[in-house]
Nanobody, 131 residues
Framework: QLQLVESGGGLVQPGGSLTISCEAS????????IGWFRQAPGKEREGVTC????????VYADSVKGRFTIARDNAKNTVYLQMNSLKPDDTAVYYC????????????????????????WGQGTQVTVSS
């Protein structure tokens, strides 16, 4: 069974840092682009960052550029999101998602911050930024 499990969420003060993880089971992440998305109460799910399968190129939303870093460790079948200089507006449920580019002829494509190409989703982890 293909599964993504996020972990590491929690409460952090403004200006603080947090790293959340996304571990895959039932499949290898080597042939998948991975995205991080977030959804705050009453708002639509938005793309935060993603990393491509082929060359590890990344895309960041303007709102997190320079503060967040995505990284993948294929040996551990895990993708990480390091979040620095956190703001109250970063409070949301964070989801990781996998886009099967390797099995759909799109392995060389860049990743996207749109929900559409991502077939597999984790259950989410809550990140709350508050004093």
């Amino acid at each position: 069974q293909l599964q993504l499990v996020e972990s590491g969420g929690g409460l952090v003060q403004p200006g603080g840092s947090l790293t959340i993880s996304c571990e895959a089971s039932g499949f290898t992440l080597d042939y998948y682009s991975i995205g991080w998305f977030r959804q705050a109460p009453g708002k639509e799910r938005e793309g935060v960052t993603c990393i491509s399968a082929s060359d590890g190129s990344t895309v960041y939303a303007d709102s997190v550029k320079g503060r967040f870093t995505i990284a993948r460790d294929n040996a551990k079948n895990t993708v990480y999101l390091q979040m620095n200089s956190l703001k109250p507006d970063d409070t949301a449920v964070y989801y990781c998602a996998a886009d099967p580019v390797g099995t759909s002829g799109r392995f060389s494509y860049p990743c996207y911050l749109l929900t559409n190409p991502y077939d597999y989703w984790g259950q989410g982890t809550q990140v709350t930024v508050s004093s």
